[in-house]
């Protein structure tokens, strides 16, 4: 039983282990739905990767602009807040502010949202990224469903060798007769250790090949998974080198949500490095209609 109990370990760490992996592009695939319209699918995502790094303000960030787009503006103030305290001086502070000051409009001044999935005009990078989250998904859903049924295989191998191990141990006889009197059977241990032993075994041989079947199954979806991304990335090269500017329009929403629109070279879904700066002081000259100024008077508002 130990041998049983140390190979569905070893299958549970595995598969664990694919489960943080699958998770490590949480972000990003929260960020694809976004832009796709695909709001609660984007909360979901989003909120995974919260829980999992609740530092991340990037994830934040896009998780108050979901809240927004759903209507939720509790959600998406408190998210907006949490981002706008935890950096300080930065663009990212500034829009946070401007979107929680837009709580003080009526909701029927506010634009209507419109952003619904069949309406929503993607532009090509966008496509290839929600095409290859899709891809990824269902991927991940068929080495799960694998996963499982070589689970259910070995549970049902494990099970047939524990109950016949069961049977013949219960036919080894306990006693010896010699006419009349009984006797205990000298060798009734070593008889059913040799049972154990070779039920243990044959439990080590299920375990291995279990094992190397595990390894083959990843191998082969990482692979599949490995050269789709390649092609992907390959097709987004190709889009970045082609003439003209593919840019994903804005759509109006109920909310001061400037979410995936590019300012400069900078997108503000991708806080920059000063989310790290230290807040100004009075000792740090201030240039007219600096970042710092519009944000102090955005903080302003909330203290009227």
């Known amino acids: 039983m130990k041998v049983l109990a140390h190979a569905f370990l070893t299958l549970t760490t595995l598969a664990m282990g694919l489960f943080i992996s ?11 739905l976004f832009k796709a319209g695909r709001m609660t699918e984007a909360r ?25 787009s759903l209507k939720d503006r509790q ?41 619904p999935k069949n309406d929503l005009q993607l532009n090509a990078e966008l496509k290839v990224d929600l095409q290859a989250y899709e891809y990824r998904h269902n991927l991940e859903k068929q080495r799960a469903n694998e996963l499982k049924g070589l689970s259910s ?80 990335d390959g097709i987004r090269n190709a889009l970045k080198s082609a003439n003209g500017n593919m840019q994903l329009t804005p759509h109006g929403t109920d909310m001061y949500v400037r979410n995936y629109i590019n300012f400069g070279q900078e997108k503000i879904y991708e806080p920059p490095q000063s989310l790290q700066a230290r807040p100004l002081t009075l000792l740090d000259k201030i240039p007219e209609s600096s970042r710092a100024d519009r944000i102090r008077q955005l903080r302003r508002q909330f203290q009227d």
Do not use: W
């Open 22 to 32: 699958a998770r490590a592009d949480e972000f990003q695939d929260g960020v694809v």
């Open 44 to 68: 979901d995502v989003l909120l995974s990767a919260v829980k999992r790094n609740p530092s991340d303000l990037k994830a934040r960030y896009f998780l108050a602009n979901v809240y927004a």
């Open 153 to 232: 295989r070995t549970n049902a191998q494990a099970d047939t060798i524990n109950r016949q191990m069961a049977l013949d141990i219960d036919s080894v006889p306990r006693y010896v007769y010699v006419g009349d009197k009984r006797y205990s059977n000298p060798d009734y241990k070593s008889d059913v250790d040799s049972i154990k032993l070779e039920a243990a075994r044959r439990l080590d041989d299920i375990a291995n090949r279990r094992n190397a079947d595990l390894e083959s199954l990843n191998q082969r979806f990482d692979k599949r998974l490995e050269e789709y991304m390649e092609s992907r």
């Open 75 to 115: 959600k998406a103030v408190e998210q907006y807040s949490y981002c706008a305290n935890a950096a300080p001086g930065t663009k990212l502070e500034e829009f946070c502010l401007k979107a929680m000051g837009m709580q003080r409009l009526k909701p029927n001044s506010l634009p209507a949202l419109k952003h």
